[in-house]
């Protein structure tokens, strides 16, 4: 393993600290007194998530991949490449869509917000320890907090900031209570291949003291990052949430929080070496998933204001995704590798989440932005494009084949199919969890349907008027073009995902089985050396 | 106009599907002033793809693929790291052939019905009928069961909105029950073909997961009690579109909201996909599944022809009525589809392209009497013959033709059926018989069905018939021009049904009896992979010849034989095949 001085570390963080600096920057120039310095906010933010773009695109900041720097806390792996790139992307069509939204002497603290919560993703992504992991998470959490506050000036915004932000430090609070016992299991904060063999071991066996210790820290854990992709029961702050936040605002959500808690609970299992078919954790994941799902497609069915549909949508999303998550990233290939299409399907959905909350950003009806169903009605004669857009997006987070949505669904419930061939004991459970996705999928129709008919097949004598801005247009138009070419050539970003996770494959094989009691440490390091 | 090279098929088959597909982007962003266009483009594309599609049936041969195009389209990893590969593979055979031709000829008649109907929103209007065009072509000609899958499932969008926007009073409720009682039943199909997908990789030693039919109609090993889930997991999809009974009560809604044009095709064509997909892939892919499940589709089977005809009794509105025969009518052919008798098979097809032709008729005879008269409740309508000498000859032509006239289409397609279950060993008489109520209900509610419409007093609506968008009170010169076509393949197709048997039945054969008998012959051996897969050409070929000489529970003996050659001719009798893939 290569010893790498602090310079190096902070030189590979480079995409991070461009980020974080251009954001306290942005603090000071939205306070400008020039109105012109004000409104260049947007456009700082936007030249310097494409600069990022171009700094991960070539490499710059990334040493040699794989190369972890597990001393500093953070391990710079193909996982870390994925997850900047797509952040950086998803930063740039947000900024687009929420280009005008909030006021304008607000403006440098949103988009400086709006950067650092970014660059918590991205950490997230990278942490090797679990205080880094921790201190990613709120970086990640507490901006939207603010995000949402500054959105609109309407009560409500203050509303459900203040509440997300006090579920969101309870939830936090979880995390770390889990956290300090992984701690103790571990006797480090490091999560490297000591900590996975320690945590297997504990595991392992029942009768040893760790194993309760081990299992309550993995629960508590877990159960404090589900919060943060609103997986069932940790689910009821979302829909207030995004009601009370602006249209942009929410089509943040659907992506920041959701990336991070994913990647975190990517990191949490590999702790476990992903042993995500059998025993205890099997079981929660299984009746996490299939209630997620189940509940929150039942919930977005009887919803009219299409913020709270979405917002429903995206519980059963997660639901989705935790059987990608469930049946791990052991199996080979990209059908097999369920932590691979959690990727690709988090991007899909972010993206197609985002255009429809840009086109409901955009539309004003009666003088208030559009949020009902009713709001909407008739689009497509006045407005096609709009409409059309809102089509797109509808039928992807439908999954309707040839959709980007489809290729992520075939991808998740094929993973779980294919962890059902590979596995015996639970094979039928499993079996019976992507029979639940796909039944879920349908019922989700029902309701992405009734969007697309309003928008599509009523008429209506007074429209939605859309604003005058062009920018988050653009945001929008651009999502649309993204989820045309994903259409059509869904197999780079299938690909992406799939070699982000050979770390995550890596990881869990490289103790196969639980270390000797007497020695873990050296078995555990002396395995990566044979790779 | 036969496609001399194979180069020329590829293109033509390729046309097919993206023709109409550029065809409707061109048509919906045509400027409002040039909406005029957007008809004449319409009948100009389906025109086309008519005359592509009718030559590459005549073309093709009963063995082999023609117009094979095949690409990669999502592959990700490779063979090491194990990956997912999703081709765009495209042909005809013997078996999708005549379908592809039934849209063909279908979709121009549609499109040209519609120039009186459709007023507002024209460009949309056409848009989407050429998009579901693309999307029907798609299903027939899809040799990756994914590709399949991907235009199965997009054919839904255009008719929602062909239903939503341009249907009856009731169109929206119409049109988002079709869509979710249809997307429920396939999503559960799409399971069923991941996990067979996966198994197949597995059973066949690959780790790229690949949906190619031949792979997948060839793979031996699944466990009888898998084939038999994964049976159920087509059925779920296939025997909505189909529509099958239980499962039918999505379609006389629908049919009775969509404008004409929607129904003819939702008719001819879309519930095609459904005994389509039965037969292309429950009966090859999990035979002994389609074994397993026989009896159970039999019994739907006719409890849908005897269900479907009693409902059609007591209709009032003429369109309904034809709705609900569709269901009595899609009984006969999944009846005859598992008979699992080779000439069952080649009926169930026969019936399809019939049921296509003469439902489709009716349906559009049944729009140009409701331009008229705003009407299609036979209490207020009565005695059209003095009105409308034309229609009247075509509309009891049709009817005839539904009912299985001797002499027209729906007679021998009939026949096949019946005679092909009552011989069944899977079925057996009794259900030969109870189906062929069926014909004699279906005489009954469609003549009285002429009877009161056509025939009798005269009975009008006030302030009818209506003559305002430029018809007339007889059938126009274009109404009688799109029914030409179809009164011709009524008759044709009566009299000569060879046409479309002599290369369909050995592709019938050798693609899907072979798999079924070899099923049939080891029902319960879980893994009896390599002797099955090695004996069954021999097996089959030997079988007209010496008919049940090694198995007695054989599901082909020579009597059966007979009586088909008897039915169509001294010479009807199937070519023998050269043992190995198809």
Not at chain 1, 237 to 250: F, L, N
Not at chain 2, 292 to 313: D, E, N, P, Q
Not at chain 2, 509 to 532: N, Y
Request: charged residues 10%; neutral net charge; proline residues 5%.
């Amino acid at each position: 393993m290569p010893t790498v001085s602090a310079a190096v570390s902070l030189g590979s963080l480079l995409p991070e600290v461009l980020l974080a600096v251009v954001g306290c920057a942005l603090l000071i120039v939205g306070q400008a007194a020039r109105r012109s310095a004000r409104q260049a906010v947007t456009w700082i933010t936007l030249v310097t998530l494409i600069v990022a773009i171009v700094l991960v695109r070539f490499g710059v900041g990334m040493p040699a991949v794989d190369s972890s720097v597990v001393s500093s806390g953070l391990a710079f792996t193909s996982l870390t490449a994925f997850a900047r790139m797509v952040t950086l992307l998803l930063g740039v069509l947000i900024t687009l869509v929420s280009w005008a939204c909030p006021r304008e002497e607000e403006r440098g603290e949103f988009f400086a917000m709006m950067l650092f919560s970014l660059v918590g993703v991205m950490l997230v992504a990278s942490a090797a320890n679990l205080v880094i992991l921790f201190l990613a998470l709120e970086l990640v959490s507490i901006p939207t907090y603010v995000m949402i506050a500054l959105s609109r000036s309407n009560p409500r915004a203050v509303e459900s900031a203040t509440k997300y932000f006090f579920l969101g430090a309870a939830a936090a609070a979880l995390t770390a209570f889990g956290f300090s016992y992984l701690y103790g299991v571990i006797g480090g904060a490091s999560l490297d291949h000591v900590a996975i063999g320690r945590v297997a071991e504990a595991l392992a066996d029942p009768a040893a003291p760790a194993h309760t210790i081990a299992v309550i820290g993995l629960l508590l854990s877990l159960l404090g990052v589900l919060f943060k992709i609103a997986a069932v029961p940790l689910h009821f702050y979302i829909a207030d949430v995004y009601q009370g936040a602006a249209s942009p605002v929410a089509g943040l959500l659907g992506f920041v929080p959701k990336a991070a808690g994913l990647l975190a609970i990517f990191k949490i299992l590999t702790l476990t070496q992903w042993n995500t078919t059998e025993g205890t954790l099997f079981w929660i994941l299984w009746i996490v998933a299939a209630a997620t799902m189940t509940v929150g497609n039942v919930l977005a069915l009887q919803q009219t204001n299409i913020k709270r549909l979405l917002a429903y949508s995206g519980i059963a999303h997660s639901g989705y995704m935790l059987v990608g998550i469930l049946a791990g990233p052991l199996g080979d290939g990209i059908i097999g590798d369920g932590t691979a299409a959690v990727l690709y399907y988090v991007v899909i959905y972010g993206i197609a989440n985002l255009c429809a909350f840009a086109m409901l950003g955009v539309l004003r009806s009666k003088g208030r932005p559009a949020e009902t169903l009713r709001d909407v009605a008739g689009l497509l004669r006045y407005y096609p494009s709009l409409a059309l857009l809102m089509a797109l997006a509808m039928f992807t987070l439908m999954g309707l084949p040839p959709t980007p949505g489809f290729w992520g669904k075939l991808s998740l419930f094929g993973s779980a199919l294919a962890a059902a061939n590979l596995v015996d004991l639970h094979q039928k459970w499993i079996i019976a969890l992507v029979i639940i996705a796909v039944l879920n999928s349908a019922v989700a129709a029902a309701y992405y349907l009734r969007v697309i008919a309003a928008v599509l097949l009523y008429e209506t004598d007074e429209p939605a008027e859309p604003s005058e801005r062009q920018a988050p247009l653009m945001g929008g138009l651009l999502c649309g073009f993204l989820l045309l070419a994903f259409m059509f050539y869904p197999s780079r970003l299938l690909a992406m995902g799939r070699s982000a996770t050979t770390t995550l494959h890596e990881a869990s094989q490289a103790v196969v089985a639980p270390a000797p009691p007497t020695e873990p440490v050296r078995t555990a390091l002396a395995e990566p050396e044979t790779h | 106009m036969i496609p001399r090279s194979d180069a020329m098929a590829a293109l033509g088959v390729n046309l097919l599907i993206f023709l109409p597909l550029l065809a409707a982007i061109v048509v919906w962003t045509l400027p409002e002033r040039r909406e005029g266009l957007a008809p004449r483009i319409a009948l100009a594309v389906g025109v086309v793809v008519f005359l592509v599609a009718l030559p590459l049936w005549l073309a093709t041969s009963a063995e082999g693929l023609l117009g094979q195009t095949s690409a990669s389209w999502i592959v990700v990893g490779n063979e090491d790291v194990g990956g997912l590969r999703i081709a765009y593979h495209v042909a005809l055979d013997a078996i999708s052939a005549p379908l592809v031709a039934l849209t063909g000829l279908l979709v121009p008649l549609a499109v040209w019905c519609s120039f009186t109907a459709i007023k507002h929103r024209v460009r949309e209007y056409y848009a989407w009928i050429l998009a579901l065009t693309a999307g029907m072509f798609g299903v027939f000609v899809a040799r990756d069961v994914l590709l399949f899958y991907v235009f199965f499932e997009f054919t839904l969008v255009p008719l929602y909105f062909l239903i939503g926007i341009w249907g009856g009073a009731d169109r929206r409720y119409a049109a988002n029950k079709f869509f979710i009682y249809t997307f429920v039943g396939s999503v559960i199909t799409f399971a069923g073909i991941l996990y067979l997908a996966i198994r197949a990789a597995d059973l066949t030693g690959t780790s790229v997961i690949h949906f190619d039919l031949r792979m997948l109609s060839t793979l031996t090993g699944l466990s009888a009690a898998e084939q038999s889930l994964l049976f159920v997991a087509f059925f779920c999809g296939f025997a909505i579109k189909v529509p099958f009974f239980p499962l039918h009560t999505w379609l006389p809604l629908a049919h009775t909201e969509a404008p004409t044009a929607g129904s003819v095709l939702l008719a001819g064509v879309l519930l095609k996909l459904g005994t389509y997909g039965f037969l292309r892939f429950s009966l090859p892919l999990v035979p002994a599944g389609a074994v397993h499940w026989a009896t159970v589709m039999g019994w739907l089977a006719i409890a849908g022809i005897v269900y479907g005809a009693l409902c059609c009794w007591v209709q009032t509105d003429v369109k309904k009525l034809v709705a609900y025969s569709s269901v009595s009518h899609l009984g006969f052919c999944m009846l005859g589809m598992f008979s699992l008798v080779p000439f069952g098979l080649s009926g169930s097809v026969l019936y399809m392209i019939n049921h296509g032709i003469s439902t489709g008729a009716l349906f559009l005879v049944v729009g140009m009497i409701y331009e008229r008269y705003h009407t299609r409740d036979m209490n207020q309508l009565g005695g059209l013959a003095r009105k409308m000498p034309v229609m009247t000859f075509f509309l009891v032509l049709f009817v005839l033709s539904s009912i299985g006239l001797p002499g027209l289409n729906g007679f021998v397609s009939e026949f096949t059926v019946l005679f092909a279950a009552y011989n069944s060993t899977t079925l057996g008489p009794a259900y030969g018989v109870v189906g062929a109520s069926g014909i004699l209900l279906g005489a009954i509610y469609m003549l009285y069905m002429a009877g009161r419409v056509l025939f009798g007093p005269l009975k009008e609506p006030a302030g009818t018939p209506d003559t305002s968008a430029g018809l007339t009170t007889d059938l126009t010169r274009r109404e009688i021009a799109i029914l030409v076509p179809l009164a011709i393949a009524v008759v044709a197709l009566g009299v000569f049904p060879r046409v479309i048997t002599d290369s369909l039945d050995p592709a019938l054969d050798h693609q899907v009896m072979q798999r079924v008998t070899a099923a049939a012959a080891a029902p319960v051996a879980p893994f009896a992979s390599a002797t099955v897969s090695g004996e069954t050409p021999k097996h089959s070929s030997d079988r007209r010849t010496t008919p049940g000489d090694t198995r007695g529970d054989t599901i082909f003996t020579r009597e059966d034989s007979r009586g088909l050659e008897r039915l169509r001719g001294p010479d009807a009798g199937v070519p023998e095949l050269a043992a190995g893939g198809f």
